[in-house]
């Protein structure tokens, strides 16, 4: 199995990035997949995740309202769209699946599969 996530970068506070999460390797139905970030210095944290099957998600509360996460079935893809970024953003953000939906992603111990992370840089 492998989650390889993509779509890091630079951005000015105020900006947007667009993260994709490219998973293989077996079907994910029955399976939450999100992302998890760590800034340095602190414990990792989760962010967003999304049932696989259904598509119903689940946010962090400091996440809500600015950052949204969708998946593509057909490409096997997950993305976690962040608008309205802040320096307190900064983090390597990690891609994840868990078995039983998108709570269980929210839960370290849960988790399956873990992808290589990228690192998302906001500054002031």
């Known amino acids: 199995v492998q989650l390889q996530a993509s779509g890091g970068g630079l951005v000015q506070a105020g900006g947007s990035l667009r993260l994709a999460c490219a998973a293989s390797?077996?079907?994910?139905?029955?399976?939450?997949v999100g992302w998890l970030c760590q800034a340095p210095g602190k414990e990792r944290e989760f962010v967003a995740a999304?049932?696989?099957?259904?598509?119903?998600?689940y946010y962090a509360d400091s996440v809500k309202g600015r950052f949204t996460i969708s998946r593509d079935t057909a490409k096997n893809t997950m993305y976690l769209q962040m608008n309205s970024l802040q320096p307190e953003d900064t983090a390597v953000y990690y891609c994840?699946?868990?078995?039983?939906?998108?709570?269980?992603?929210?839960?370290?111990?849960?988790?399956?599969?873990w992808g290589k992370g990228t690192q998302v840089t906001v500054s002031s």
């Open positions: 994840a699946a868990a078995k039983g939906g998108a709570y269980s992603v929210s839960l370290s111990s849960r988790i399956d599969y």
């Open positions: 390797g077996r079907s994910f139905y029955n399976y939450g």
């Open positions: 999304i049932n696989w099957e259904h598509g119903y998600p």
